[in-house]
């Protein structure tokens, strides 16, 4: 793994060069960063469920038509990827108020919105990632007036397709962040866009639907505990961990290297 060359280290990923021209290896670490990476912590095999959850919800958005860079997990924290320019965007679509959507606008915590809402963030460590409006993508070229429309189709696919897989074992999808790129399909020189990065309980907010509690990152940002046995529950009930014996011991699943 070390032998490989690294093509960027994000604060929970490292991107390697792939064993072919126009692919990636994408290895998910155990690091948990919060608030700009002010908050930090290493959780033991969070990047392994990450890796098994994300290529889950990769598989079957794909499955459903949405196009993704996902081409196939290798082992326990690596999955080969297309290669993608990365739109400089986050894209975060959300079905209940909750984190900085409250925050900003003083809406309780949980209101179900009248619709989903999709925002788009700057991807921008130094500033923050601050939140940005049509405007300012179409004045800086972030994205095409297309792309930027197909963003938001793409997105709500995704939150349709994703709340109805989560409502069906028992968890409400609140609100979610999705990243996107720009991939080069052989001489072509019309770039297709492809769903990238993850999609994980690091990326998602998750609440069990009867009880509501939390199993995604808000635990570990607010200090709950219990971060990783949530994301094993999540992968428990999608049936990535298989039954009882094996979804008891999240260590033996998780310690892989
Ligand atoms: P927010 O309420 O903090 O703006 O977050 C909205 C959603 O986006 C939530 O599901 C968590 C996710 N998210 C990320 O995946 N990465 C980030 O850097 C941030 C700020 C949020
Ligand atoms: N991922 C971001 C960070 O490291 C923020 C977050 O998810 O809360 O800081």
């Not at 297309?146 to 793409?154: G, N, W």
């Not at 990243?179 to 990326?203: K, M, N, Q």
Request: hydrophobic share 40%; aromatic share 8%.
């Amino acid at each position: 793994m070390s032998k490989k060359r690294v093509i960027y280290e994000g604060k929970a990923k490292i991107l390697y060069e792939g064993p072919e021209p126009g692919t990636l290896i994408q290895y998910f670490k155990d690091d948990a960063t919060a608030f700009n990476a002010q908050k930090r912590a290493v959780l033991d095999g969070k990047g392994v469920l990450n890796n098994r959850i994300s290529e889950f919800m990769m598989t079957r958005l794909s499955a459903v038509g949405i196009p993704t860079h996902f081409i196939r997990r290798l082992n326990m924290r690596e999955q080969l990827v297309k290669k993608v320019d990365i739109i400089p965007l986050e894209v975060v679509v959300r079905n209940v108020a909750a984190g900085t959507l409250s925050k900003r606008l003083g809406i309780e915590e949980g209101q179900v919105l009248p619709r989903p809402m999709v925002e788009f963030y700057l991807k921008d460590d130094a500033l923050g990632d601050p939140l940005v409006t049509e405007e300012h993508i179409a004045a800086f070229g972030w994205a095409a007036a297309q792309e930027y429309d197909d963003l938001i189709a793409m997105s709500l696919r995704v939150n349709d397709f994703m709340s109805g897989l989560f409502a069906a074992v028992g968890i409400r999808l609140v609100d979610f962040k999705l990243e996107f790129g720009r991939h080069y399909e052989g001489d072509s020189d019309v770039p297709r866009i492809l769903l990238a990065d993850e999609i994980s309980p690091d990326s998602c907010r998750l609440w069990d639907f009867e009880t509501g509690d939390k199993l995604d990152k808000d635990r570990f940002r607010r200090d709950l505990g219990g971060v990783t046995e949530a994301y094993a529950e999540v992968a428990r009930r999608l049936g990535i961990l298989k039954e009882s014996g094996e979804s008891d011991n999240v260590v033996s699943f998780t310690n892989g290297k």
